[in-house]
């Protein structure tokens, strides 16, 4: 059965995607973050140039933080955004 | 003994201390942090993570109540559109002794700076719009309690 995922974007990566979130469905080659990434990069060129440098971006996986190599696993939720800069 | 407030309301600074001070110790540590005039800003927009926010803020103000014993923690940050000068954040912590509120306050502060899911927009007075870069030294800073 298909699995899919709800992408939210914030700041910039939202500005530059011009969308705040989406519901992507997930092939089950689709194993981490990584693999989100260039599955959306391979359907859309801007995507690839706001994905290219994965040290400028930050994941949360169910608002939990997690790295480009974690397992989406169950999660319903992925954000993507900047280093943070409040306080 | 946790409260956390985030959304666009301003907040007042004699009240909030009077809120941690009345659930005991006698030492209470504060920090207010405010929109800095750097000579042509003309305000900031601040975006956060609804969802993540409140959990991330939680689990930081957690730690410091285990880690420095405390009896109270408010944490209340601002977002939305904000003038120099304006309020954006407030930390006050509560404990029996000096040192213990006023280490866990700059590690409360040190630790939202760098993990709490907040962005802010420069909006210069020229009308340039920037988004404001993480801090090499906000993150060392945050990355010195390793208590």
């Keep these: 059965m298909a699995r899919s995922i709800n992408i939210i974007y914030f700041a910039w990566v939202r500005e530059r995607l011009g969308i705040d979130q989406e519901q992507v469905s997930l092939g089950d080659e689709i194993e981490t973050i990584a693999d989100v990434l260039n599955m959306l990069g391979e359907r859309e060129a801007a995507y690839a140039d706001i994905f290219a440098d994965v040290e400028k971006l930050r994941f949360a996986l169910d608002q939990d933080y997690g790295l480009s190599t974690s397992l989406i696993g169950s999660a319903r939720e992925l954000a993507i955004f900047p280093p943070v800069t409040g306080g | ?147």
């Design chain 2, 1 to 147: 003994m946790i409260k956390i407030e985030v959304g666009p309301a301003d907040f007042d600074i004699g009240a909030e201390t009077q809120h941690v001070a009345g659930q005991g110790g006698g030492a209470i540590a504060s920090f207010v942090g405010q929109v800095r005039d750097d000579g042509n800003l003309a305000s900031l927009e601040l975006e956060h993570y609804p969802a993540m926010t409140q959990k991330a803020l939680r689990e930081i103000a957690e730690k410091a109540v285990s880690d420095w014993t405390l009896h109270a923690v408010t944490i209340v940050h601002r977002v939305g559109k904000l003038s120099v000068g304006d309020n954006i954040v407030l930390v006050i912590t509560g404990s029996d002794h000096r040192q213990a509120a006023i280490e866990a306050c700059s590690f409360i502060m040190d630790k939202l700076k760098t993990v709490a899911p907040f962005w802010k927009k420069e909006i210069r007075a020229d009308g340039a719009v920037k988004w404001i870069e993480e801090r090499a030294s906000d993150v060392e800073a945050s990355e010195k309690w390793q208590r």
